[in-house]
């Protein structure tokens, strides 16, 4: 099939294009930078440059590939984050343009593909720190959305929402959305390189574990995540799927043992109340409510199975 990658330079994007290739796609990859084409051509992708938030760009973009299948992974997350960020993502320049690449780029993308006539689009989402709060630890896609979630998350959750039931509702083809767990493993924020963004404060202790660690967080290895949508686009019905591993852990569990993984100190323990005036109620509630999610429904309906299923082997094995 001919396969359209907005994203195609991202951290998924970059596993994905040569994960098409190799089971006979042919794709064509967008950058809004002229200077990554060549770095697509040797993923095995043509090229096209092009704003995403353009939508004529866009549109002669899509319309130039003719492709029977759209994905979107158009992020813009790459970067240093700070604790400013996790306490004010509504005023960092990284959430809020991802915030608009959810939502402006994904309703240009759309437009693109209906009036292409495509008939496949698989966008990313993500699923953790949003289910609600009660419950058991391990939610489905079928879980509600937290109805209350800490104020500052709020626009990125609209963004999110929008992206899909846009993509979910299409009427002119399938339209499938991946809520990833939190990506590990080459090209990532938790790799084994000097400046991964995750990886460095946890090897710094500067990632402590705050009240009883008791959120639940989901993972999946970046390999196993550009796997399963390379499988949403050639099957599975429209819909949301989680796209995380089996083993969905408290961060009591996970954090020392990816501390351990990159070669770091056992991680601080602080009181939750230290939590909140140090990095503020969002993470906080990440580091001790958030559910995980089940990936049933994406191995089931996908077919999809994973290199890694567990964390516990994938921090050991995967990460650099
Ligand atoms: N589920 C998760 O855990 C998750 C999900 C996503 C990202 N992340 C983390 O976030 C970090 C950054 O991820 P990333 O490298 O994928 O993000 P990124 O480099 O910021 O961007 C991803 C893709 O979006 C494209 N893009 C952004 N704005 C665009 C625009 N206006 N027009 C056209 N294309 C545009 C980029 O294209 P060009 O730069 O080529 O122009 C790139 O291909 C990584 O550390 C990753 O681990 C985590």
Request: proline share 7%; aromatic share 6%.
């Amino acid at each position: 099939m001919k396969v359209f990658v907005a994203g195609a330079t991202g951290v998924l994007g970059r596993e994905l294009v040569p994960q098409l290739v190799a089971r006979g796609h042919e794709v064509v990859g967008m950058t809004r930078t002229a200077s990554k084409q060549d770095a697509l051509r040797a993923l095995g992708a043509r090229p096209v440059v092009a704003d995403a938030l353009d939508p004529d760009a866009v549109a002669q973009a899509v319309a130039s590939a003719e492709p029977e299948v759209i994905v979107h992974q158009l992020t813009a997350l790459s970067g240093k984050m700070s604790i400013r960020d996790a306490r004010h993502p509504e005023r960092s320049f990284a959430f809020t343009m991802t915030n608009r690449l959810r939502t402006e780029a994904t309703d240009h993308l759309l437009a693109a593909g209906r009036a292409v006539g495509a008939r496949r689009f698989v966008a990313q989402s993500f699923g953790a720190f949003r289910f609600a709060r009660t419950g058991g630890p391990v939610q489905t896609e079928a879980d509600p959305i937290d109805p209350d979630p800490p104020g500052a998350r709020q626009p990125g959750l609209e963004a999110i929402l929008h992206l899909e039931e846009a993509v979910t509702t299409i009427d002119w083809g399938e339209g499938l959305a991946l809520r990833y767990g939190g990506f590990y493993g080459p090209g990532t924020s938790t790799s084994l390189a000097p400046d991964a963004v995750m990886a460095e404060p946890i090897r710094k202790r500067r990632f402590p574990i705050v009240g009883d660690g008791g959120g639940v967080w989901s993972h999946v290895h970046i390999e196993d995540a550009a796997a399963a949508t390379a499988i949403a686009v050639e099957r599975g019905r429209p819909g949301i799927y989680n796209v995380v591993d089996d083993e969905p852990a408290p961060v009591r569990e996970w954090l020392p043992a990816l501390a351990s993984a990159l070669g770091a100190k056992p991680p601080r323990r602080i009181p939750r109340w230290l939590g909140r005036l140090a990095a503020g109620e969002v993470a906080t509630v990440m580091m001790t409510e958030a559910r995980g999610a089940s990936n049933e429904k994406a191995k089931r309906e996908l077919g999809w199975q994973l290199r890694y299923p567990s964390w516990r082997e994938g921090f050991a094995q995967g990460l650099g």
